[in-house]
């Protein structure tokens, strides 16, 4: 019986972007059904009192999230193939940490055309046509984990963590132990967190 994966993600995020590739090797070597919904780290941040750069990142991240909400609602099997090409663009692209509201917009564009989606999608990425969309998937991930978290989050079984945040993408049989091993703390419902000081940046 396959083992249910839920994977909240946003797609700007480099951090949870090496995790989903772990998560496409893991399904390579164990039998997994994956289920991926979008969250914002715009919306986690909405009233922080953050630094100016951070803030103008945010902006930028509310285009490519406000799509991946409508995709989900519209034609949710089409997530993970389109996640997976606006991902790439953004990081082995080298295209990431855009600042300001549309930095996206070409990528946004260019992956609904590569993906076969419709274009239309991309004008949701400047209105607020698709925020109630985009919040109530985002609610879904801090209803299963919490607030104190970033992206991305993961539910395996009936828990939820935020993590597990990598560096490097594990691979074969590498990365079905590092899967096997999340599945065994997050079987303990008194186990919450793990953590240590990150000393090299996504090594994409």
Same mark, same amino acid.
């Given at each position: 019986?396959?083992?249910?994966?839920?994977?909240?993600?946003? @797609?700007?995020?480099?951090?949870?972007?090496?995790?989903?590739?772990?998560?496409?090797?893991?399904?390579?070597?164990?039998?997994?059904?994956?289920?991926?919904?979008?969250?914002?780290?715009?919306?986690?941040?909405?009233?922080?009192?953050?630094?100016?750069?951070?803030?103008?990142?945010?902006?930028?991240?509310?285009?490519? @999230?406000?799509?991946?909400?409508?995709?989900? =609602?519209?034609?949710?099997?089409?997530?993970?193939?389109?996640?997976?090409?606006?991902?790439?663009?953004?990081?082995?692209?080298?295209?990431?940490?855009?600042?300001?509201?549309?930095?996206?917009?070409?990528?946004?564009?260019?992956?609904?055309?590569?993906?076969?989606?419709? @274009?239309?999608? @991309?004008?949701?990425?400047?209105?607020?046509?698709?925020?109630?969309?985009?919040?109530?998937?985002?609610?879904?991930?801090?209803?299963?984990?919490? !607030?104190?978290?970033?992206?991305?989050?993961?539910?395996?079984?009936?828990?939820?963590?935020?993590?597990?945040?990598?560096?490097?993408?594990?691979?074969?049989?590498?990365?079905?132990?590092?899967? !096997?091993?999340?599945?065994?703390?997050?079987?303990?419902?008194?186990?919450?967190?793990?953590?240590?000081?990150?000393?090299?940046?996504? =090594?994409?």
């Amino acid at each position: 019986m396959s083992e249910k994966v839920t994977f909240w993600f946003d @797609a700007a995020c480099p951090f949870c972007w090496q995790t989903s590739r772990w998560i496409k090797e893991v399904e390579k070597v164990r039998d997994i059904e994956v289920e991926w919904v979008p969250m914002s780290l715009s919306v986690l941040n909405e009233g922080a009192d953050v630094p100016e750069d951070y803030a103008e990142a945010m902006e930028a991240n509310w285009g490519p @999230a406000r799509v991946f909400a409508k995709v989900k =609602q519209e034609k949710p099997e089409a997530v993970d193939n389109l996640y997976t090409i606006m991902g790439t663009a953004i990081h082995p692209g080298h295209n990431g940490a855009r600042k300001g509201y549309g930095a996206y917009d070409d990528i946004i564009a260019a992956s609904l055309e590569e993906a076969g989606l419709p @274009a239309t999608y @991309a004008e949701v990425a400047n209105s607020e046509e698709a925020d109630d969309l985009l919040r109530g998937y985002h609610a879904t991930a801090m209803d299963a984990v919490g !607030d104190d978290v970033g992206t991305p989050v993961l539910k395996l079984g009936d828990t939820a963590f935020f993590g597990p945040v990598i560096t490097r993408v594990l691979t074969g049989e590498e990365a079905g132990k590092l899967f !096997d091993a999340s599945v065994g703390v997050a079987s303990y419902p008194y186990f919450f967190e793990l953590k240590r000081s990150r000393t090299e940046a996504p =090594q994409v």
